[in-house]
């Protein structure tokens, strides 16, 4: 059974910082990642990792102020946030895809909220 647990969200004010952490369980995983979605919109990639290259992908809107870091044999992954604006306002998602079926779960969400 695959399990993702997610920690690290919060309140923080602009300008602050934050840390997530995944842990994932149950299969080998090629993949983890970020996720997030805001009120009234569509879930969106923040950023994620391949384990088997360590190739890591950043949307732009993130890119310079989040870095994605890990443990591959602990199938764990870390988001830091940095210089956190109010858009990044949204719930956090921990995605993992299992390198035998490139089928892909979620962990619960943990929400992230940034005061201005």
């Known amino acids: 059974q695959v399990r993702l647990v997610e920690s690290g969200g919060g309140l923080v004010q602009a300008g602050g910082s934050l840390r997530l952490s995944c842990a994932a369980s149950?299969?080998?995983?090629?993949?983890m990642g970020w996720f997030r979605q805001a009120p009234g919109k569509t879930r969106e990639v923040v950023a994620h990792?391949?384990?088997?290259?360590?190739?890591?992908y950043y949307a732009e809107s993130v890119k310079g102020r989040f870095t994605i870091s890990g443990d591959n044999a602990k199938n764990t992954v870390f988001l830091q946030m940095n210089s956190l604006k109010p858009d990044d306002t949204a719930v956090y998602y921990c995605?993992?895809?299992?390198?035998?079926?490139?089928?892909?779960?979620w962990g619960q969400g943990t929400q992230v909220t940034v005061s201005s």
């Open positions: 995605a993992a895809r299992v390198t035998s079926s490139n089928n892909d779960y």
């Open positions: 149950g299969r080998t995983f090629s993949n």
């Open positions: 990792i391949n384990w088997i290259t360590l190739s890591t």
